[in-house]
């Protein structure tokens, strides 16, 4: 969709619809959210709706980036000590490597 043809009117419904799409655990949303509308809050000529874009923008930045971390740090720690966690790490393992740990 190109946004330079929808109206701001409409622009704003998308983003906040986007924005409340993330909280369904959903943080890919949130970073298209940030990125997709990341011009048309900070770049473009001041307009009434720009206010509300920038301030759901921000927040899908922040949720996108503490969801990566999360995310990240929940890889990191599952991959380094799978083998730690016993039976548990097993059956939430999708697949098992094999050899010796």
């Given at each position: 969709m190109d946004l330079s043809k929808v109206?701001?009117?409409?622009?704003?419904?998308?983003?906040?619809?986007?924005?409340?799409?993330?909280?369904?655990?959903?943080?890919?949303?949130w970073f298209v959210n940030a990125v997709w509308f990341f011009n048309e809050a900070f770049r473009?000529?001041?307009?009434?709706?720009?206010?509300?874009?920038?301030?759901?923008?921000?927040?899908?930045?922040?949720?996108?980036?503490?969801?990566?971390?999360?995310?990240?740090?929940w890889?990191?720690?599952f991959q380094s000590y799978r083998v730690a966690f016993g039976e548990f790490g097993d059956s939430i393992s999708f697949v098992i490597p094999t050899g010796v740990p």
């Open positions: 109206k701001n009117n409409e622009k704003l419904e998308l983003c906040s619809w986007y924005f409340r799409a993330g909280f369904f655990g959903l943080p890919i949303v473009k000529p001041v307009y009434e709706e720009q206010r509300a874009i920038k301030r759901y923008v921000i927040f899908s930045g922040i949720g996108a980036l503490i969801w990566s971390i999360v995310i990240g740090t890889v990191y720690i």
